[in-house]
């Protein structure tokens, strides 16, 4: 602390300084603000700043580094390792900051950092234009888009940071910078898969692309006896797909929903779904050879509205949940067996796990091309249990990690920066940012030499 007041007091002036609510413990509404999807992080906050624009943001940037209070970010709070909170310290909570403007003549959308996708998705979807986004529509735009970002479109368009055209961010100087290739393009390349390391985003500007509003897609749908089988036709299928079409495999407890017949109800599946983004009729014919493969119970592959799928991949509010993200070179047979062992043994309905493919403009870039450096992995693997009793925790978190050693000789030993979870180590950290670290350190040295913005999944500057 660099005075000698009580973090109190500077709470107190903190309060004055902004428009938005600052929550104290106790007040209306903390809880909800201190909520992060992954129910094992239950953290409490000295404050929560509710921020209604950036002149909020900076204040508590301001207060943070002047009374050397300890910080975190939250935009959508959906970050497993649920970075966006903190005990005790201070949370700059963007949820009110969700305004977006969409430009149709441009095909450009300025997005608030408080947004969600399924925000996005409703208002570019007006206009027949969509960005590669999250699968869940309740995920953040800005944690997803920081931590590189992959969606339904990403094979054809790139991941949604390489759709990025610029940021407005502000610093641990509490100043307002504006980031793009022209300005600041240090700054632009290390926000593009680099985290919330370097600043507080405020906004960020899109590229669009013309989408739907009808697309092709929905699921295919297996006994779990036949999983094996199955993973084949995934992998067969995506090796030469077309980079319109997008498929997802996995192991999955189906929920009673009057969307799938009763007799598959609570039962386990193994599931592909698939997604072509272009004209419908023609995703029907490509994907005609992949639903002619074995004789699935179900098979919902329609023309649907992009929107409503998106929206189908609600994950349901905050649970208890444990996961792994791995990268696999190839899908090799030796990894299908060891995958579907561990899947007959999912300790509960939560636990699933899914492979998709990578390829297309998701991978053309060379991995320095930004900050995100897995550019080079054939599938991406996700291993995951959800549950509400935190007595069922060790039998979750044993399931989850067993799973992944057994996985690793088939893994590029790379991760996902946006899947780490907050007891994975230095060294897991270092992997998710893989070759593009010691720039990223270099970087962090310029913009927060004193990493102030430490409650995420740190780079820790260098020089
Ligand atoms: C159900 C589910 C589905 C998912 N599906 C996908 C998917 O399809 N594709 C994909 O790529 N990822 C996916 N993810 C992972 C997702 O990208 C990350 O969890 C992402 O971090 C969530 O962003 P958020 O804003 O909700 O997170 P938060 O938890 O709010 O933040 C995540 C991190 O970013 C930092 N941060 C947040 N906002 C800012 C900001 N404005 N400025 C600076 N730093 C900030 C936080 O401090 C924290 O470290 C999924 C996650 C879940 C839970």
């Avoid at 960020?204 to 009808?214: C, I, N, R, S, T």
């Avoid at 043994?345 to 636990?351: C, E, F, I, L, V």
């Avoid at 796990?353 to 900050?371: H, I, K, L, M, Y």
Wanted: proline share 6%.
């Amino acid at each position: 602390m660099t005075t000698t007041d009580h973090p109190d007091d500077a709470y107190r002036a903190l309060g004055e300084r902004l428009r938005g609510a600052l929550l104290r413990p106790g007040d209306d509404g903390y809880d909800d603000a201190r909520t992060v999807w992954n129910a094992r992080i239950d953290r409490e906050p000295a404050a929560i700043a509710r921020c209604t624009g950036v002149a909020d943001v900076v204040a508590a940037v301001d207060v943070a580094r002047e009374h050397d209070l300890r910080l975190a970010v939250k935009s959508g709070g959906h970050h497993v390792s649920g970075a966006a909170v903190c005990d005790d310290g201070l949370v700059i909570d963007l949820g009110p900051m969700d305004g977006i403007r969409v430009d149709p003549e441009t095909k450009t959308a300025r997005v608030e950092a408080g947004a969600t996708w399924g925000d996005v998705d409703h208002e570019t979807q007006a206009f027949g234009l969509a960005v590669p986004g999250g699968q869940d529509p309740n995920i953040g735009v800005a944690g997803l888009t920081l931590g590189g970002g992959v969606g339904w479109l990403s094979r054809k368009y790139g991941l949604t940071s390489d759709n990025l055209l610029s940021a407005d961010v502000v610093t641990a100087e509490g100043e307002l910078v504006h980031a793009s290739a022209e300005s600041h393009p240090d700054l632009f390349w290390a926000l593009r898969g680099g985290g919330g390391n370097f600043g507080v985003v405020t906004s960020f500007e899109f590229q669009l692309h013309a989408v739907g509003p009808e697309v092709f897609a929905g699921s295919l749908i297996y006994p779990a006896g036949e999983t094996r089988e199955v993973a084949r036709y995934y992998r067969e299928f995506v090796a030469d797909a077309p980079p319109e079409a997008r498929l997802l495999f996995g192991s999955m407890h189906l929920p009673a929903k009057p969307y799938f017949p009763e007799a598959i109800h609570d039962t386990r599946v193994a599931i592909i779904v698939a997604f072509y983004a272009g004209p419908p009729a023609e995703g029907e014919e490509v994907l005609a050879s992949l639903r002619a493969r074995g004789d699935p119970l179900m098979d919902s592959l329609r023309g649907r509205p992009y929107a409503a799928f998106q929206r189908a991949g609600d994950s349901q509010g905050s649970r208890r949940t444990d996961l792994r993200s791995q990268y696999l070179a190839t899908l090799s047979d030796p990894a299908i067996d060891t995958l579907v062992a561990y899947a007959e043994d999912a300790p509960s309905p939560g636990a699933t796990v899914f492979v998709s493919p990578r390829g297309g403009a998701e991978t053309e870039p060379p991995s320095d091309a930004t900050a995100y450096a897995h550019r080079d992995a054939a599938h991406h693997l996700l291993i995951e249990a959800r549950w509400d009793a935190s007595e069922r925790d060790d039998e979750h978190l044993t399931w989850v990690r067993a799973f992944h050693d057994a996985m690793a000789p088939y893994t590029t030993g790379d991760v996902a920066m946006n899947f780490l979870t907050d007891d994975e180590g230095r060294e897991r950290v270092r992997a998710a940012y893989g070759d593009n670290y010691n720039r990223l350190a270099e970087i962090k040295a310029a913009w927060d030499p004193e990493n102030l913005f430490r409650g995420n999944q740190n780079v820790e500057p260098t020089g």
